[in-house]
């Protein structure tokens, strides 16, 4: 049917980014769609009546930056604590009412630390990200996992995310610390694939080097990926960071 065997090739590229692109939109939706779920119970304990923080932005697409509406009829008080409460989400990021409010003048508080690796790592406790044996080839049953960890990351855009992969002791040094490096930009790549920017990921393999504490060096479950969140954005929040009453 196709003359070239480039247009075969072509198209199959096509079907992958697009099935890439909409898992990633799944992903994004599901976590943004968990953020306002917890803002709804947040934003009732505070008093924040008629208050509602929308996930999404202008094009209607998931956001973790909420744009708060409605409680013109709360104090200013009220409305500074219910938009607090929701800033202090983990995962939630800038915040800013639909009249456009700021930081309250003089306010020094901060925002709760980004606990995404946190929440990597409470994934990553009772499952483990599989490989095909001695290959880098992820396993298609870890493939949910991927997607949750990148769900799970989203809230650390903007950082330095690192990568590492480990072996076990069995088999020669170089060879582990080379498969370990293939896994670990695997795994990167796959994030890629699932709307984590490129920018913010560095792969690193280190083989036998670093086995899990307590088990013998050769047990197979060092074999492993972790993963560790660098901040690079200054601790002290911006107006958008912590909006304050109007």
Known sequence: MFRSPY???ALGALVLAALAFFSAQNSASAFSQRLAEEARQVIAQ??????QAHFENRLGWPTRHPLLTGGENLDEGSRDR??????????VGGIRWADGSGLAAGSSETQAPLHCQADVQALLRARSIRFEESSSQIEAASRSLVDEVAAALRPCLGSIIAITGHTDASGPEPGNIALSQERAEAVQAALIARGIPADGLRARGVGSASPVEGLDPRDPANRRIDFSVIETVPIKPTPVD???PR
């Open 7 to 9: 247009i075969p090739l």
């Open 82 to 91: 219910t938009a607090k409460a929701v800033a202090a989400i983990p995962g």
């Open 242 to 244: 912590t909006p304050g």
């Open 46 to 51: 505070s008093g924040g009546k008629d208050v």
